[in-house]
T-cell receptor, first 114, second 112 residues
Framework: DAKTTQPTSMDCAEGRAANLPCNHS???????VYWYRQIHSQGPQYIIH???NNETNEMASLIITEDRKSSTLILPHATLRDTAVYYC???????????????FGKGTKLTVNP | NAGVTQTPKFQVLKTGQSMTLQCAQD?????MSWYRQDPGMGLRLIHY???????DQGEVPNGYNVSRSTTEDFPLRLLSAAPSQTSVYFC???????????FGEGSWLTVV
């Protein structure tokens, strides 16, 4: 599985957009970029995923560069409840069941300040 | 629809004791898995299952057993607990290959 690199921590003002970068320069063509977050050691919560096109849902937007070597998760209007550890994960789909695993790094600790 | 349910939420064990962490999902998902998370770390895969009767090892399987007799349940057994198994354990499930993986709320285990 491709390895990802994320900043250890970031701060964001409440109401502003939070832009969380992720580097995955060794990603291969059949690997998706997934984002999860974990609040107060609760179970990881799925946010969004994409292959090569930009994606948007009710929680966030995902921007993937054209060469797919990096991506940015955007929380458009961060709230205090968005304070969490955000994990960028590259996931290979299909093939054997083991490919279904998620390989977690240490993630980015996002703190949203009032 | 409760999602992925784990029990117990908290447990303290003595070294050498055995116990089973329970995981159940009511979404009829084929795939289930167990992860552990140590302080300040990301999650690591222990065991996974792609269907009833089928299990396989993940990244850190030593000291753990699993079985999958039904689609709904995927228990994790600690055979002889060690302090190194003090961790938070998360069960997860997904519908099938490529589908989003959903996690339970975690089970906090302390081995003394």
């Amino acid at each position: 599985d491709a390895k990802t690199t994320q900043p250890t921590s970031m701060d964001c003002a409440e109401g502003r957009a939070a832009n969380l970068p992720c580097n995955h320069s060794t990603i291969s063509g059949n690997e998706y970029v997934y984002w999860y977050r974990q609040i107060h050691s609760q179970g990881p919560q799925y946010i969004i995923h994409g292959l090569k096109n930009n994606e948007t849902n009710e929680m966030a937007s995902l921007i993937i560069t054209e060469d797919r070597k990096s991506s940015t998760l955007i929380l458009p209007h961060a709230t205090l409840r968005d304070t969490a550890v955000y994990y960028c994960i590259v996931r290979k789909l299909g093939g054997q069941g083991g490919s279904e695993k998620l390989v977690f790094g240490k993630g980015t600790k996002l703190t949203v300040n009032p | 629809n409760a999602g992925v349910t784990q029990t117990p939420k908290f447990q303290v064990l003595k070294t050498g004791q055995s116990m089973t962490l329970q995981c159940a999902q009511d979404m009829n998902h084929e795939y289930m898995s167990w992860y552990r998370q140590d302080p300040g770390m990301g999650l690591r895969l222990i065991h996974y299952s792609v269907g009833a009767g089928i299990t396989d090892q993940g990244e850190v399987p030593n000291g753990y057993n699993v079985s999958r007799s039904t689609t709904e349940d995927f228990p994790l057994r600690l055979l002889s607990a060690a302090p190194s198994q003090t961790s938070v354990y998360f069960c997860a499930s997904n519908e099938g290959s490529g589908n989003t993986i959903y996690f339970g709320e975690g089970s906090w285990l302390t081995v003394v």
